[in-house]
């Protein structure tokens, strides 16, 4: 199985075959749209569950309890704060959780005492805190300022890196993408948005990058001297720069998943923490996203933005027309031999068959003149002999069966 894939990847290096990544673009711009607006709307209907870092609230954790049933704390709650529905959480195996609305020092201390109270603790076992709304807030400024610094950042470098700015763009778009991706799926699992989701993105951008500019290098290398080449257009040169990446993106990104797959299950199911959970579901949907970007959607991306540029126009009509003008007889030769030589060699047989037909052959001509001296009783001269040459090429006369006639006998004197 190894060895097989090992094969598969080192033909997709060398060429012998090839993923329809750059054909088939707009199927992949299709499925990402797709996918947006289907998670997009589930996400909206669920709406953004936001964290108390985020909304401003009082929380309170009770630590050491025998029973992790929800149901006591939510009634706990209702008695001192009937008009609101806290959200609970169960942290590890003997933690709880509880997210209420503001609430003063007098009912902040009544429910630290309830909550003690309903789950038999003492009361050093539940901790209470306070975070106003306008914290949450100031952290969302600073978060949208840092991913729009970061981005205009990046694109300038990017910009600078490959020397054009439509590689950028599109590196760019792919980014744009992932976030997307990593934000609607976030909103259908339901996961609550607290500041290690925000540092979750934020590592995401840095290695959708990554992915996106290892597949761009290759296509740079590719397409350095692409105007000189007649065999592949500049389309089909980021196709094989994209296959030839393929099997490195995704064998990076499973490594990369491999643990950040293993602290999501860990945080989620067993331990139950909060801040491990956020930061490794951001992580892994993330790098699900930018394998799939950089592969599929980049390069193509890239092709669309180029190839209406005047040099690319003109390269790929070269290559279309070397291509056309192929001859079938010379079809099995261009399976593997370069397009520009079959098309010498295509022209270089018309230009002999429309000498052929125009211009009687020097041998023809040496063979009616001959033939007019044996009629007049001369001996003609051997073919063989006196080879004509045409221009710099050396034809050697065609031997054509013929009769000999003779004259009349003569005797010779004793």
């Known amino acids: 199985m190894s060895a097989t894939f090992a094969q598969f990847g080192n033909d997709l290096h060398a060429g012998r075959r090839t993923l329809p990544i750059v054909r088939r673009r707009k ?46 704390a939510r009634d706990a709650v209702r008695e001192v704060v009937p008009d609101n529905e806290p959200k609970i959480t169960v942290l590890g195996s003997d933690t709880v959780r509880v997210q209420t609305a503001q609430l003063d020092s007098e009912r902040t201390s009544q429910l630290a005492q309830d909550l003690a109270r309903t789950y038999d603790v003492p009361a050093d ?63 259908v699992v ?47 040169l980021v196709e094989l720069a994209a296959n030839q990446t393929v099997m490195r993106s995704i064998n990076t990104s499973v490594v990369a998943l491999l643990p950040v797959g293993s602290i999501l299950a860990i945080g989620a199911f067993l331990l139950g923490a909060g801040t491990l959970k956020d930061i490794s579901l951001a992580l892994f949907i993330g790098i699900v996203a930018g394998t799939y970007s950089s592969i599929f959607l980049a390069p193509g991306l890239l092709v669309d933005l180029r190839l209406r540029e005047r040099s690319i126009r003109e390269h790929t009509a070269r290559v279309e027309a070397a291509r056309r003008d192929v001859t079938p007889g010379h079809a099995a030769a261009a399976d593997g031999a370069n397009p520009a030589d079959v098309l010498g060699d295509a022209v270089d047989d018309g230009a002999d068959n429309t000498a052929d037909d125009t211009t009687d052959h020097p041998a023809d001509s040496r063979d009616d003149a001959a033939d007019a001296s044996i009629e007049a009783g001369q001996t003609p001269e051997s073919d063989t002999d006196n080879p004509v040459r045409v221009g710099t090429t050396r034809i050697q006369p065609r031997r054509t069966p013929r009769r000999r006639r003779t004259g009349p006998t003569q005797k010779r004197n004793p």
């Open 27 to 72: 199927l992949w711009y299709i499925i990402s749209v797709v996918l947006l607006v289907l998670l997009g709307s589930v996400a909206a209907l669920r709406g953004v569950n936001l964290g108390i870092e985020f909304t401003g609230g009082s929380e309170f954790q009770v630590s050491g309890v025998a029973s992790t049933d929800q149901a006591p």
């Open 125 to 187: 076992n539940v901790s209470s805190s306070y975070i106003g709304p306008i914290w949450g807030q100031d952290v969302t400024g600073k978060m949208i300022r840092g991913v729009v610094v970061f981005l205009v950042l990046v694109g300038v470098v990017m910009a600078l890196y490959f020397r054009n700015i439509k590689a950028s763009t599109a590196a760019m778009i792919a980014l744009v993408h992932d976030m997307l991706v990593t934000a609607v799926v976030y909103g």
């Open 190 to 236: 339901g996961f609550e948005v607290t500041p290690a989701t925000i540092i979750g993105f934020l590592t995401i951008l840095g290695y959708s990058l990554y992915d996106t500019i290892v597949v761009f290098d290759k296509v740079r290398e590719n397409t350095a001297d692409f105007g000189s080449r007649t065999d592949r257009t500049f389309a089909e």
